[in-house]
């Protein structure tokens, strides 16, 4: 499928071509801030970010896919322009899951979608993928740089028995030092507060080698907020499911992209996850984390020839 690469720059927070109208959906008491663009008789994709990041870090990718698919898009709870909950019990993966359930109902023109997501938003979409009353509606998943926290818990597990196991997985502890930090009460949001937030743009020049000339996501104005809110997405689910993790199986066509010069997860983290799917497609890319800012053509080939691929 050709792609068609736009360099257009931004304009106040979002794409100069096509910009999408900012709409509400309510899921309980959180109000998410939806964004749709280009022809809802097409083929439906809903993309979901991750952490520390708010909707505008797919302008690139959409840039080359609204011509061709409908794309639905949504600023995570406690992210962009959405509400943030009251509670951490609030971030669990139930109430992402559910969140995902109230924005493709009422967005979506179709009654089923092609999924994908990045960092923390593959990790939320994994529990729609592996739930057995949901993931019907979802035709195919494309998760990149986020594993399913369950299969992880296994995983550690798994690995630390086999004979040269704990390195790898001792290994993955270091690479993983943020979740450990954002278990402090203090010390996380403060340094949002004072460093981070601040200086969002030249970290991630420094550690992604990213251009952010066109990436309006990098200069967030929410950015110091986004980040302090989404510890509690750490805090409410990682070591839960590390500690008792569960069964999750799907039944979906995934696509699993992993870049292999993640900085924050060891790519040996994704090897049992063929295990735990029964259609699964793998691509390697060289890349860092960011992969939407880094390799947006990519992606958007990778992601648009797959749905035309697995779309009836």
Not at 115 to 139: A, M
Request: aromatic share 12%; with cysteine; glycine share 6%.
């Amino acid at each position: 499928m050709k792609m068609k690469i736009d360099d257009e720059r931004s304009e106040g927070g979002r794409t100069a071509k096509n910009p999408p109208y900012l709409q509400y959906c309510d899921s309980g008491d959180v109000r998410l801030a939806v964004y749709c663009q280009g022809d809802p008789s097409k083929p439906n994709i809903v993309l979901v970010h991750g952490y520390p990041d708010d909707s505008q870090v797919w302008d690139l990718l959409v840039n080359q896919l609204a011509d061709q698919f409908y794309i639905i898009r949504y600023d995570v709870r406690g992210a962009g322009n959405s509400t943030t909950p009251a509670n951490r019990s609030d971030y669990l993966l139930a109430y992402l899951k559910a969140d995902l359930q109230a924005v493709t109902t009422k967005f979506c023109s179709r009654t089923r979608f092609h999924l994908v997501g990045h960092d923390w938003g593959s990790v939320q979409s994994w529990e729609s993928v592996t739930c057995p009353t949901f993931r019907e509606k979802i035709l195919s998943y494309t998760s990149i740089s986020g594993p399913c926290l369950d299969h992880v818990g296994h995983w550690f597990r798994r690995r630390w028995r086999e004979s040269g196991g704990p390195r790898s997985v001792i290994q993955q502890i270091f690479q993983s030092w943020y979740i450990w930090l954002f278990k402090l009460p203090f010390l996380a949001p403060l340094l949002w507060r004072t460093v981070l937030g601040r200086h969002w743009l030249r970290i991630m020049r420094a550690l992604e080698s990213i251009n952010t000339q066109h990436v309006t996501l990098a200069q967030g104005v929410h950015r110091q907020r986004d980040g302090i809110n989404g510890i509690e997405l750490y805090r409410a689910n990682c070591l839960r499911y590390f500690r008792s993790p569960r069964e999750r199986i799907s039944n979906r066509p995934v696509q699993l992209v992993i870049p292999t010069r993640d900085r924050f997860l060891n790519a040996d983290l994704y090897s049992e996850t063929a295990a735990w799917v029964s259609n699964i497609v793998i691509h390697r890319i060289d890349g860092g984390h960011w992969l939407p800012l880094s390799h947006p053509h990519i992606l958007a080939t990778l992601i648009g020839d797959f749905v035309t691929k697995t779309e009836p």
